[in-house]
Protein backbone atom coordinates (compact mmCIF):
# COMPACT_ATOMS: atom_id res chain seq x y z
CA UNK A 1 0.00 0.00 0.00
CA UNK A 2 3.11 2.60 0.84
CA UNK A 3 4.21 2.07 -2.67
CA UNK A 4 1.23 2.23 -4.25
CA UNK A 5 0.44 5.46 -2.58
CA UNK A 6 4.40 6.23 -3.24
CA UNK A 7 3.99 5.32 -7.21
CA UNK A 8 0.52 7.67 -7.28
CA UNK A 9 2.21 10.75 -5.49
CA UNK A 10 4.93 10.39 -7.38
CA UNK A 11 2.58 10.53 -10.76
CA UNK A 12 0.37 13.36 -9.59
CA UNK A 13 3.50 15.28 -8.88
CA UNK A 14 4.87 14.81 -12.32
CA UNK A 15 1.68 16.02 -13.92
CA UNK A 16 1.82 19.34 -11.83
CA UNK A 17 5.29 20.07 -12.55
CA UNK A 18 4.47 19.56 -16.47
CA UNK A 19 1.62 21.87 -16.08
CA UNK A 20 3.33 24.25 -14.32
CA UNK A 21 5.94 23.82 -17.00
CA UNK A 22 4.25 24.82 -19.51
CA UNK A 23 2.42 27.63 -18.19
CA UNK A 24 5.09 29.40 -17.70
CA UNK A 25 6.05 28.23 -21.42
CA UNK A 26 2.92 29.93 -22.33
CA UNK A 27 3.67 32.77 -20.13
CA UNK A 28 7.14 33.76 -21.45
CA UNK A 29 6.07 32.88 -24.88
CA UNK A 30 3.30 35.60 -24.72
CA UNK A 31 6.11 38.19 -22.96
CA UNK A 32 8.34 37.85 -25.85
CA UNK A 33 5.57 38.51 -28.53
CA UNK A 34 4.61 41.41 -27.24
CA UNK A 35 7.97 43.12 -27.49
CA UNK A 36 8.72 41.02 -30.62
CA UNK A 37 5.30 39.66 -32.57
CA UNK A 38 8.07 37.69 -34.74
CA UNK A 39 9.42 35.60 -31.86
CA UNK A 40 8.98 31.92 -32.28
CA UNK A 41 8.04 29.92 -29.60
CA UNK A 42 9.99 27.26 -28.04
CA UNK A 43 10.83 23.66 -29.83
CA UNK A 44 12.89 21.48 -27.94
CA UNK A 45 13.12 17.71 -27.03
CA UNK A 46 10.86 18.49 -23.87
CA UNK A 47 8.72 21.26 -25.07
CA UNK A 48 7.48 22.37 -28.25
CA UNK A 49 5.20 25.53 -28.82
CA UNK A 50 3.13 27.26 -31.54
CA UNK A 51 1.41 30.04 -31.92
CA UNK A 52 -2.03 30.37 -33.79
CA UNK A 53 -3.16 33.71 -35.36
CA UNK A 54 -6.55 34.03 -37.36
CA UNK A 55 -6.48 34.36 -40.64
CA UNK A 56 -3.00 33.12 -41.25
CA UNK A 57 -2.34 29.94 -42.43
CA UNK A 58 -1.31 27.08 -39.83
CA UNK A 59 0.58 24.38 -41.90
CA UNK A 60 3.04 23.53 -39.29
CA UNK A 61 0.68 22.92 -36.45
CA UNK A 62 -0.79 19.33 -35.93
CA UNK A 63 -4.48 19.77 -37.21
CA UNK A 64 -5.41 17.61 -33.93
CA UNK A 65 -4.15 21.00 -31.92
CA UNK A 66 -6.53 23.54 -33.73
CA UNK A 67 -9.70 21.02 -32.49
CA UNK A 68 -9.16 21.73 -28.87
CA UNK A 69 -10.49 23.78 -26.69
CA UNK A 70 -8.77 26.08 -24.05
CA UNK A 71 -7.21 24.14 -21.04
CA UNK A 72 -5.02 21.33 -19.97
CA UNK A 73 -4.98 17.93 -22.35
CA UNK A 74 -3.46 14.79 -22.96
CA UNK A 75 -2.82 14.03 -26.39
CA UNK A 76 -0.92 11.28 -28.69
CA UNK A 77 0.88 12.67 -31.63
CA UNK A 78 2.69 10.09 -33.59
CA UNK A 79 2.95 7.57 -30.78
CA UNK A 80 4.60 10.03 -28.65
CA UNK A 81 2.41 11.48 -25.68
CA UNK A 82 2.38 14.42 -24.72
CA UNK A 83 0.55 16.84 -22.10
CA UNK A 84 -1.02 19.82 -24.15
CA UNK A 85 -1.90 23.51 -22.31
CA UNK A 86 -3.95 25.33 -24.64
CA UNK A 87 -4.48 29.48 -24.25
CA UNK A 88 -6.19 31.96 -25.87
CA UNK A 89 -4.79 35.73 -26.01
CA UNK A 90 -6.48 38.36 -27.57
CA UNK A 91 -6.92 37.08 -30.85
CA UNK A 92 -4.34 34.37 -30.58
CA UNK A 93 -4.18 30.85 -29.23
CA UNK A 94 -1.13 29.58 -27.86
CA UNK A 95 -0.17 25.85 -27.66
CA UNK A 96 2.48 24.09 -25.74
CA UNK A 97 2.84 20.41 -25.79
CA UNK A 98 5.84 18.93 -23.32
CA UNK A 99 6.81 15.39 -24.61
CA UNK A 100 5.50 12.76 -21.56
CA UNK A 101 7.93 10.01 -23.07
CA UNK A 102 11.19 10.44 -20.78
CA UNK A 103 8.75 11.39 -17.63
CA UNK A 104 6.35 8.10 -17.94
CA UNK A 105 10.02 6.14 -18.47
CA UNK A 106 11.26 7.87 -15.27
CA UNK A 107 7.66 6.75 -13.54
CA UNK A 108 8.23 3.24 -14.63
CA UNK A 109 11.87 3.24 -13.08
CA UNK A 110 10.71 4.33 -10.02
CA UNK A 111 7.62 2.22 -10.15
CA UNK A 112 10.24 -0.96 -10.75
CA UNK A 113 12.30 0.18 -8.25
CA UNK A 114 9.34 0.84 -5.42
CA UNK A 115 8.13 -3.04 -6.26
CA UNK A 116 11.63 -4.73 -5.80
CA UNK A 117 12.33 -2.42 -2.53
CA UNK A 118 8.64 -3.77 -1.50
CA UNK A 119 9.56 -7.57 -1.97
CA UNK A 120 13.10 -7.36 -0.99
CA UNK A 121 11.56 -5.75 2.39
CA UNK A 122 8.73 -8.49 2.86
CA UNK A 123 11.15 -10.67 2.27
CA UNK A 124 13.68 -9.66 4.65
CA UNK A 125 10.48 -8.96 7.00
CA UNK A 126 9.25 -12.67 6.51
CA UNK A 127 12.65 -13.95 7.56
CA UNK A 128 12.57 -11.59 10.96
CA UNK A 129 9.15 -12.63 11.42
CA UNK A 130 10.01 -16.69 10.72
CA UNK A 131 13.56 -15.47 13.20
CA UNK A 132 11.05 -13.73 15.99
CA UNK A 133 8.31 -16.19 15.95
CA UNK A 134 10.98 -19.17 16.25
CA UNK A 135 12.67 -17.36 19.38
CA UNK A 136 8.77 -17.07 20.80
CA UNK A 137 7.39 -20.35 20.33
CA UNK A 138 10.93 -22.61 20.96
CA UNK A 139 9.83 -22.82 24.54
CA UNK A 140 6.27 -24.00 23.34
CA UNK A 141 7.91 -26.45 21.35
CA UNK A 142 10.29 -27.44 24.16
CA UNK A 143 7.21 -28.11 26.56
CA UNK A 144 5.59 -29.61 24.04
CA UNK A 145 8.84 -32.42 23.75
CA UNK A 146 9.25 -32.48 27.52
CA UNK A 147 5.34 -33.29 27.91
CA UNK A 148 5.19 -35.79 25.29
CA UNK A 149 8.15 -37.67 26.32
CA UNK A 150 6.92 -37.46 30.16
CA UNK A 151 5.57 -40.93 31.67
CA UNK A 152 3.91 -41.07 34.88
CA UNK A 153 6.25 -44.05 35.64
CA UNK A 154 9.49 -41.46 35.59
CA UNK A 155 10.07 -39.43 38.64
CA UNK A 156 12.79 -37.85 38.09
CA UNK A 157 11.46 -36.11 34.83
CA UNK A 158 10.60 -32.25 35.68
CA UNK A 159 9.03 -30.89 32.93
CA UNK A 160 9.03 -27.13 34.44
CA UNK A 161 12.90 -27.29 35.00
CA UNK A 162 14.84 -24.32 33.22
CA UNK A 163 11.46 -22.40 32.05
CA UNK A 164 11.52 -18.79 33.34
CA UNK A 165 8.58 -17.17 35.69
CA UNK A 166 6.55 -16.19 32.87
CA UNK A 167 3.44 -17.94 30.68
CA UNK A 168 5.16 -20.19 29.38
CA UNK A 169 6.74 -21.09 32.81
CA UNK A 170 3.43 -21.02 34.22
CA UNK A 171 1.86 -23.48 32.02
CA UNK A 172 4.93 -25.69 32.99
CA UNK A 173 4.49 -26.19 36.10
CA UNK A 174 1.00 -26.74 35.78
CA UNK A 175 1.81 -29.37 33.87
CA UNK A 176 4.61 -30.78 36.12
CA UNK A 177 1.64 -30.51 39.36
CA UNK A 178 -0.58 -32.20 36.91
CA UNK A 179 1.53 -35.36 35.85
CA UNK A 180 2.58 -35.20 40.00
CA UNK A 181 -1.09 -35.94 40.51
CA UNK A 182 -1.42 -38.82 38.16
CA UNK A 183 2.13 -40.38 39.20
CA UNK A 184 -0.01 -40.54 42.95
CA UNK A 185 -3.16 -41.65 41.01
CA UNK A 186 -1.10 -44.71 39.49
CA UNK A 187 0.83 -45.59 42.68
CA UNK A 188 -2.80 -46.14 44.14
CA UNK A 189 -4.01 -47.71 40.97
CA UNK A 190 -1.03 -50.06 41.35
CA UNK A 191 -1.42 -50.60 45.35
CA UNK A 192 -4.97 -51.28 44.87
CA UNK A 193 -4.73 -53.55 41.83
CA UNK A 194 -2.20 -55.47 44.07
CA UNK A 195 -4.41 -55.61 46.76
CA UNK A 196 -7.55 -56.98 45.23
CA UNK A 197 -5.52 -59.50 43.11
CA UNK A 198 -4.43 -61.12 46.95
CA UNK A 199 -7.46 -60.29 48.66
CA UNK A 200 -10.36 -61.57 45.96
CA UNK A 201 -8.14 -64.68 44.36
CA UNK A 202 -7.56 -66.06 47.87
CA UNK A 203 -10.81 -66.20 49.25
CA UNK A 204 -12.34 -67.49 45.99
CA UNK A 205 -9.83 -70.36 45.19
CA UNK A 206 -10.57 -71.61 49.32
CA UNK A 207 -14.41 -71.61 47.45
CA UNK A 208 -13.41 -73.37 44.72
CA UNK A 209 -11.16 -76.05 46.16
CA UNK A 210 -14.22 -76.22 48.98
CA UNK A 211 -16.89 -76.80 46.02
CA UNK A 212 -14.30 -79.03 44.57
CA UNK A 213 -14.16 -81.69 47.74
CA UNK A 214 -17.89 -81.24 48.46
CA UNK A 215 -19.16 -82.19 44.32
CA UNK A 216 -16.64 -85.26 45.18
CA UNK A 217 -18.88 -86.52 48.50
CA UNK A 218 -21.18 -89.21 47.46
CA UNK A 219 -23.51 -88.89 50.49
CA UNK A 220 -24.82 -85.39 48.79
CA UNK A 221 -28.09 -85.81 47.33
CA UNK A 222 -29.14 -84.40 43.50
CA UNK A 223 -30.74 -81.28 44.53
CA UNK A 224 -27.30 -80.70 47.02
CA UNK A 225 -25.37 -81.40 44.23
CA UNK A 226 -26.59 -78.92 41.99
CA UNK A 227 -26.43 -76.60 44.76
CA UNK A 228 -22.89 -76.86 44.88
CA UNK A 229 -22.51 -76.81 41.12
CA UNK A 230 -24.49 -73.61 41.35
CA UNK A 231 -21.63 -72.20 43.60
CA UNK A 232 -18.78 -73.70 41.77
CA UNK A 233 -20.32 -72.03 38.96
CA UNK A 234 -20.60 -68.58 40.12
CA UNK A 235 -17.32 -68.98 42.11
CA UNK A 236 -15.21 -69.80 38.25
CA UNK A 237 -17.24 -66.61 36.92
CA UNK A 238 -15.81 -64.61 39.75
CA UNK A 239 -12.39 -65.88 39.38
CA UNK A 240 -12.47 -65.04 35.60
CA UNK A 241 -14.52 -61.77 36.04
CA UNK A 242 -11.53 -60.41 38.82
CA UNK A 243 -8.84 -61.82 36.48
CA UNK A 244 -10.65 -59.50 33.24
CA UNK A 245 -10.80 -56.64 35.48
CA UNK A 246 -7.75 -56.96 36.23
CA UNK A 247 -6.01 -57.69 32.71
CA UNK A 248 -8.14 -53.90 31.49
CA UNK A 249 -7.17 -52.17 34.62
CA UNK A 250 -3.36 -52.28 33.35
CA UNK A 251 -2.37 -50.04 29.77
CA UNK A 252 -2.32 -52.00 26.90
CA UNK A 253 0.60 -51.05 25.23
CA UNK A 254 1.96 -52.64 21.74
CA UNK A 255 4.25 -55.09 23.18
CA UNK A 256 1.61 -56.43 25.92
CA UNK A 257 2.22 -60.91 25.53
CA UNK A 258 -1.18 -62.15 24.62
CA UNK A 259 -1.48 -66.01 24.02
CA UNK A 260 -0.84 -66.28 20.64
CA UNK A 261 -3.31 -69.09 19.74
CA UNK A 262 -6.50 -68.56 21.10
CA UNK A 263 -8.96 -71.42 19.55
CA UNK A 264 -12.59 -69.39 19.47
CA UNK A 265 -14.35 -72.66 19.26
CA UNK A 266 -12.74 -74.24 22.54
CA UNK A 267 -13.71 -70.53 24.34
CA UNK A 268 -17.62 -70.96 22.59
CA UNK A 269 -17.62 -74.68 24.39
CA UNK A 270 -16.90 -74.04 27.76
CA UNK A 271 -18.91 -70.91 26.81
CA UNK A 272 -22.14 -72.89 26.71
CA UNK A 273 -20.98 -76.05 29.08
CA UNK A 274 -21.03 -73.43 31.79
CA UNK A 275 -24.09 -71.64 30.82
CA UNK A 276 -26.46 -74.70 29.98
CA UNK A 277 -28.08 -74.43 33.57
CA UNK A 278 -29.86 -71.03 31.98
CA UNK A 279 -31.35 -72.61 29.00
CA UNK A 280 -35.17 -73.30 29.08
CA UNK A 281 -36.42 -77.05 28.57
CA UNK A 282 -38.23 -75.37 25.49
CA UNK A 283 -35.09 -73.94 24.04
CA UNK A 284 -32.92 -75.53 21.75
CA UNK A 285 -29.16 -74.87 21.44
CA UNK A 286 -27.67 -75.23 17.83
CA UNK A 287 -23.82 -75.26 17.54
CA UNK A 288 -22.22 -74.96 14.01
CA UNK A 289 -18.41 -74.41 13.70
CA UNK A 290 -18.02 -73.60 10.06
CA UNK A 291 -14.32 -72.67 10.99
CA UNK A 292 -12.05 -73.68 13.59
CA UNK A 293 -10.45 -69.37 13.66
CA UNK A 294 -7.36 -69.00 16.33
CA UNK A 295 -6.72 -65.20 17.30
CA UNK A 296 -3.91 -63.67 19.33
CA UNK A 297 -6.16 -62.36 22.64
CA UNK A 298 -6.06 -63.46 26.34
CA UNK A 299 -8.22 -66.39 26.67
CA UNK A 300 -9.57 -65.27 29.70
CA UNK A 301 -11.11 -61.63 27.77
CA UNK A 302 -12.29 -63.86 24.60
CA UNK A 303 -14.37 -65.93 27.37
CA UNK A 304 -15.76 -62.64 29.38
CA UNK A 305 -17.03 -61.85 25.86
CA UNK A 306 -18.73 -64.72 24.66
CA UNK A 307 -19.68 -65.68 27.96
CA UNK A 308 -21.70 -62.34 27.90
CA UNK A 309 -23.29 -62.83 24.28
CA UNK A 310 -24.25 -66.71 25.10
CA UNK A 311 -25.58 -65.87 28.69
CA UNK A 312 -27.77 -63.30 27.49
CA UNK A 313 -29.66 -65.46 24.38
CA UNK A 314 -29.83 -68.02 26.94
CA UNK A 315 -31.22 -66.24 29.69
CA UNK A 316 -33.58 -64.17 27.60
CA UNK A 317 -34.97 -66.91 25.37
CA UNK A 318 -38.24 -68.76 27.40
CA UNK A 319 -38.71 -70.76 24.24
CA UNK A 320 -37.40 -71.06 20.34
CA UNK A 321 -33.75 -71.69 18.93
CA UNK A 322 -30.39 -70.18 20.08
CA UNK A 323 -28.19 -70.40 17.32
CA UNK A 324 -24.37 -70.24 17.89
CA UNK A 325 -22.11 -70.30 14.23
CA UNK A 326 -18.44 -69.88 14.33
CA UNK A 327 -16.86 -68.33 11.07
CA UNK A 328 -13.50 -67.38 9.59
CA UNK A 329 -13.93 -63.94 11.44
CA UNK A 330 -16.87 -63.90 13.40
CA UNK A 331 -19.28 -65.50 15.95
CA UNK A 332 -23.08 -65.15 15.76
CA UNK A 333 -25.75 -66.05 18.03
CA UNK A 334 -28.56 -65.52 17.15
CA UNK A 335 -32.17 -66.36 19.58
CA UNK A 336 -35.78 -65.91 19.36
CA UNK A 337 -36.23 -64.41 22.93
CA UNK A 338 -37.61 -61.36 24.13
CA UNK A 339 -35.72 -59.07 22.02
CA UNK A 340 -34.59 -55.22 22.99
CA UNK A 341 -36.52 -52.02 22.43
CA UNK A 342 -35.72 -49.99 19.30
CA UNK A 343 -34.76 -47.35 21.01
CA UNK A 344 -32.78 -49.33 23.38
CA UNK A 345 -30.54 -50.75 20.87
CA UNK A 346 -28.21 -47.80 20.78
CA UNK A 347 -27.37 -47.63 24.59
CA UNK A 348 -27.21 -51.43 25.32
CA UNK A 349 -22.97 -50.91 25.83
CA UNK A 350 -23.49 -48.19 28.07
CA UNK A 351 -22.41 -48.64 31.61
CA UNK A 352 -24.97 -49.53 34.06
CA UNK A 353 -27.85 -48.93 31.63
CA UNK A 354 -30.52 -52.21 31.79
CA UNK A 355 -33.20 -52.34 29.39
CA UNK A 356 -36.56 -52.56 30.71
CA UNK A 357 -36.44 -56.38 29.97
CA UNK A 358 -32.98 -56.92 31.51
CA UNK A 359 -32.53 -58.28 35.01
CA UNK A 360 -28.54 -57.64 35.33
CA UNK A 361 -26.78 -54.89 36.31
CA UNK A 362 -25.84 -53.32 33.07
CA UNK A 363 -22.12 -54.30 33.53
CA UNK A 364 -21.94 -57.03 31.16
CA UNK A 365 -22.23 -55.56 27.58
CA UNK A 366 -20.29 -52.16 28.50
CA UNK A 367 -17.39 -54.80 29.85
CA UNK A 368 -17.24 -56.12 26.35
CA UNK A 369 -17.17 -53.32 24.85
CA UNK A 370 -13.98 -52.47 26.97
CA UNK A 371 -12.47 -55.95 25.75
CA UNK A 372 -13.45 -55.22 21.99
CA UNK A 373 -11.88 -51.67 22.08
CA UNK A 374 -8.87 -53.33 23.62
CA UNK A 375 -8.36 -55.49 20.63
CA UNK A 376 -9.81 -53.75 17.56
CA UNK A 377 -12.61 -56.14 17.56
CA UNK A 378 -16.33 -55.05 16.65
CA UNK A 379 -19.97 -56.16 18.19
CA UNK A 380 -22.87 -55.55 16.23
CA UNK A 381 -26.34 -56.20 17.63
CA UNK A 382 -29.48 -56.49 16.32
CA UNK A 383 -32.83 -56.77 17.45
CA UNK A 384 -36.74 -56.59 17.27
CA UNK A 385 -38.56 -57.06 20.04
CA UNK A 386 -40.85 -59.82 20.80
CA UNK A 387 -38.93 -61.70 17.59
CA UNK A 388 -35.18 -62.01 19.09
CA UNK A 389 -31.91 -60.93 18.92
CA UNK A 390 -28.62 -61.32 16.77
CA UNK A 391 -25.45 -60.33 17.99
CA UNK A 392 -21.98 -60.65 15.85
CA UNK A 393 -18.56 -60.45 17.28
CA UNK A 394 -15.98 -59.46 14.32
CA UNK A 395 -12.25 -60.40 15.28
CA UNK A 396 -9.53 -58.41 13.73
CA UNK A 397 -6.20 -60.09 13.19
CA UNK A 398 -7.54 -63.85 13.02
CA UNK A 399 -5.31 -66.46 11.65
Given at each position: MLSLGLSFATHNLGERLMDETLRAEIEDTISRRLRNPDSLPPATISVRGYVHVPGRSAEDMPPELLRLNPGKHQLTLGNIPYRVAVVDQGDKRYVMLF?????????????????????IMTLVSAAIGWWLAGRVVAPVTELA???????????????????YNDEIGKLARVFGAYLKRMRAFIDRERAFTADVSHELRTPLSIIQGAVELMEDDDRLDEKQQKRIARVGRAARQMIDLTSALLMMARENTPDEPVEPDCDVCDVVRDAVATHRHLVSAKTKVELAYCSHPRIAAERTLLGIVVANLIRNAFAYTESGTVAIVVDDNCLTVTDTGRGIHEEEIGKVFQRHFKGSTSTGAGIGLSLVKRICDRYGWETVIESTEGRGTTAQLFFAGYS
Amino acid sequence: MLSLGLSFATHNLGERLMDETLRAEIEDTISRRLRNPDSLPPATISVRGYVHVPGRSAEDMPPELLRLNPGKHQLTLGNIPYRVAVVDQGDKRYVMLFNEMRQRQREEQFLFVLIAGALIMTLVSAAIGWWLAGRVVAPVTELARRVSKASPEDEVLDVAKGFYNDEIGKLARVFGAYLKRMRAFIDRERAFTADVSHELRTPLSIIQGAVELMEDDDRLDEKQQKRIARVGRAARQMIDLTSALLMMARENTPDEPVEPDCDVCDVVRDAVATHRHLVSAKTKVELAYCSHPRIAAERTLLGIVVANLIRNAFAYTESGTVAIVVDDNCLTVTDTGRGIHEEEIGKVFQRHFKGSTSTGAGIGLSLVKRICDRYGWETVIESTEGRGTTAQLFFAGYS
